[in-house]
């Protein structure tokens, strides 16, 4: 599975990668990991105790409810980002602090899984000489977006964790509401930078990881 791509990983919008085909294939792959991400997250709530008779905000597939406005902000500036928080009653979990952060990590999990059912649909167009470029996309956002998510800042999956293992304090509760905009505000700011701040140390990962699903 050696197939070509036109455009880097992680994928960023920008002056010179805006052919129309690449755009559709990035906004149809932000689309479906945000998606995975949010319905994951869901499963894993419920499995783990957190079940809701006839929750719409969970199980359902609309995309579109499952968007978060920075979150999706995010992933235009940075190529990374986050769907909507899922809400957790983590007073139905058995160890409320442990399960609320395998239920955070199962985002990225499931963006990971996605990325390798991905990958295998490339090969299999590769066999048929089929032009692949939308799964790679979506093997690529989904890469980019499960390791992003080890910024230790909520609302990513690790920001998450650390939140977990902060007392109960107002520290915490600022912490959470500022972290959508601090996330974001550091995206910006790597963007502009010229060395970057996430990029020198969790793109090497993102390419590893991607040229591992290719098969490269």
Known sequence: MTTS??????FILGPHNLAID???AFVVSVLLACMVNAEAQAFASTFLGDSRVGAKDRFNFNVFLHLNILG???YLVGGFGWPRTMEIDRSKFAHPRLYTAITRLA????NLLLAGIAAS???LMKSFEWDP???LMVVGVN???AVYNL??????ALGSLVSELLPEDRAKAILVQVGPFLVLALALLSRITPQGIFSPYLDPLVKTVFAFFRGA
């Open 121 to 123: 649909v490339v090969s």
């Open 72 to 74: 999706s902000i995010c």
């Open 151 to 156: 910024i230790p800042i909520p609302p990513l």
């Open 107 to 110: 985002g990225p999990v499931a």
């Open 133 to 135: 470029m939308v799964f």
């Open 22 to 24: 690449a755009v559709t």
């Open 5 to 10: 791509i036109a455009w880097p990983v992680p």
């Open 143 to 145: 890469v980019t977006t």
